[in-house]
């Protein structure tokens, strides 16, 4: 326990063991993933809610059950604990660009598109860099980011976030998807006023790609979109396939293992059909000029 002025505050152990405790959910594994043992994690657990008065997790026989307060706590800590990393950082002087761990959360409507041909580039160059992905929807991928599981997000604009900084790095014009042979549309003379109802698959709710292609495709007449959404872009790619419609892919799509070994077809719409690509960080992160480069990196070498 330490004190700052006249109130007592936590230690950066008990932190650490508490975020570890958040992650596992598990008193032994968090003790083993911190190198302690059990009887100690647990006296380091109970001396924390004691200094910050507060219940932070439920415990039962088999379960450990994190309370309300608790979750609160956990986000805080863990940029507490970022925060306390970079000030180390900066005592040791301005490290060579892109080395140690960087969290990068990247969406799934990407991921399978960029990050093949870019990564092996990037580990060449960057031999230091650990780079850790998690692939996930924009909005969870954005709560992760803002609790300090995630170092920066790579996402496709526009989407509403708070208390970030951004970057745009290109835009990923939409294309039309068909298969090869359909009477669906002539992909030679698309016009969106042509389709029947129910022709357009798009992804379901929560993914921003379905959002994009709605205002980038001009999209207003709901009456031709298809009343189910695919839950993944595989189901979707694979729904297009077997001609039960047609879809709007990112361009970044063509090429892609997804497409190989299918009937799907591409066909470039207008130019102002088009999602923006870009970075985004919490925002005053001292990692921010770190994060520009990693951007440029993307845009240079997709």
């Known amino acids: 326990m330490l004190f700052y002025g006249l109130m007592r505050v936590p230690t950066l152990k008990q932190l650490r063991y508490f975020v570890a405790l958040t992650e596992e959910e598990h008193f032994g ?9 059990q009887s100690a994690f647990s006296n380091a657990i ?9 219940d932070l997790v439920d415990r039962t026989s088999r379960n450990v059950t994190i309370t309300a307060t608790g979750q609160s706590i956990a986000t805080m800590a863990r940029l507490v604990l970022r925060d306390v ?24 409507t990407i991921a399978p598109f960029l990050l093949p041909g870019t990564l092996p580039k990037l580990r060449k160059d960057y031999p230091s860099l650990k780079l850790l992905l998690i692939e996930d929807q924009t909005q969870r991928i954005y709560e992760r980011l803002m609790e300090g599981e995630l170092d920066v997000l790579l996402l496709a604009l526009p989407w509403e ?8 790095l290109f835009r990923d014009n939409f294309q039309l998807a068909y298969r090869q042979g359909t009477k669906r549309v002539d992909p030679a003379n698309y016009r969106f006023n042509r389709l029947n109802a129910d022709s357009v698959l798009l992804l379901e709710d929560g993914h921003c790609l379905r959002d994009h ?25 694979e729904m297009v396939d077997a001609d039960l ?11 892609s293992s997804l497409l190989r070994h299918t009937r799907v077809r591409l066909q470039p719409l207008r130019e102002d059909s088009y999602r923006t690509i870009g970075l985004a960080w919490r925002k005053g992160s001292r990692r921010g000029h770190e994060f520009q480069l990693l951007g440029n990196y993307f845009r240079d070498n997709r």
């Open 213 to 237: 292609a709605l205002q980038a495709c001009k999209i207003r007449n709901t009456q031709k979109v298809s009343r189910f959404g695919a839950s993944s872009l595989l189901t979707l790619i």
């Open 46 to 54: 109970r001396e924390l809610e004691s200094t910050l008065d507060a």
């Open 85 to 108: 990393e970079s000030l180390v950082e900066l005592a040791r002087g301005d490290p060579e660009p892109l080395c140690g761990e960087l969290r990068l959360g990247v969406i799934p």
């Open 161 to 168: 976030m708070h208390g970030v900084d951004t970057t745009e």
């Open 29 to 37: 594994r968090a003790a083993e993933a911190c190198f302690v043992s």
């Open 245 to 255: 419609g047609i879809t709007f892919l990112p361009e970044m799509a063509a090429g």
